[in-house]
Antibody, heavy 124, light 110 residues
């Protein structure tokens, strides 16, 4: 069974940093692209970042304008884990953060398995 | 980049059909066939219902179908059931290797 479990959320002050993790199991993690999506309280979904599966030791990454330069996506295939390093956090980054697996063969475009989400609250 | 435009809410009675629209621009829906739809029940993670405009992942009911015309994509749910009550989000690939979600539509089954 495919499982994605996010962790690392919590309360952080404006301007602070946080690192989210997503532990994957039940599938060959290195063969799948992964993404982060967030949802502010009572609001809709917002795509944040994507990382491709690893080929020749490297992965391509993409970011939404709203987080480019502040957030960094990475993966550790040996640990079956996805990460999101979040710096210079703002109140508007308060949201539930989901990791999701890319649909095989469709890379960036679609996501067929999602974690349960981890809540990040940015407040003083 | 602005979110794709969806109606805030739609409703229908059991057994009826409903359609949710998703309007974008020539930079996203209108220029790419990479449109998907997600269902989200309260407090739950989203679930992929439609991808590549009109394909269903394994396990998704054939009552769900998708289409696209120009810069507007649509999700149709036929034979509405109580369990279909949820929020629905469209999503499209956009220029510069990014993705855009719609604002979401709350479906109420009367």
């Amino acid at each position: 069974e495919v499982q994605l479990v996010e962790s690392g959320g919590g309360l952080v002050q404006p301007g602070g940093s946080l690192r989210l993790s997503c532990a994957a199991s039940g599938f060959t993690f290195s063969s799948y692209s992964m993404t982060w999506v967030r949802q502010a309280p009572g609001k809709g979904l917002e795509w944040l970042s994507y990382i491709s599966y690893t080929t020749s030791g490297s992965s391509s990454v993409h970011y939404a304008d709203s987080v480019r330069g502040r957030f960094t996506i990475s993966r550790d295939n040996a640990k079956n884990s996805l990460y999101l390093q979040m710096n210079s956090l703002r109140a508007e980054d308060t949201a539930v953060y989901y990791c999701a697996r890319g649909l095989l063969g469709y890379g960036l475009y679609y996501f067929d398995s999602w974690g349960q989400g981890t809540l990040v609250t940015v407040s003083s | 980049q602005s979110a794709l435009t969806q109606p805030a809410s739609v409703s229908g009675s059991p057994g009826q059909s409903i359609t949710i629209s998703c309007t974008g621009t020539s930079s996203d829906v209108g220029n790419y066939n990479f449109v998907s739809w997600y269902q989200q029940h309260p407090g739950k993670a989203p679930k992929l219902m439609i991808y590549e405009g009109n394909k269903r992942p394994s396990g998704v009911s054939s009552r769900f179908s998708g289409s696209k015309s120009g810069s507007t994509a649509s999700l149709t749910i036929s034979g509405l059931q109580a369990e279909d009550e949820a929020d629905y989000y469209c999503c499209s690939y956009a220029t510069s290797s990014t993705l855009l979600f719609g604002g979401g539509t709350k479906l109420t089954v009367l």
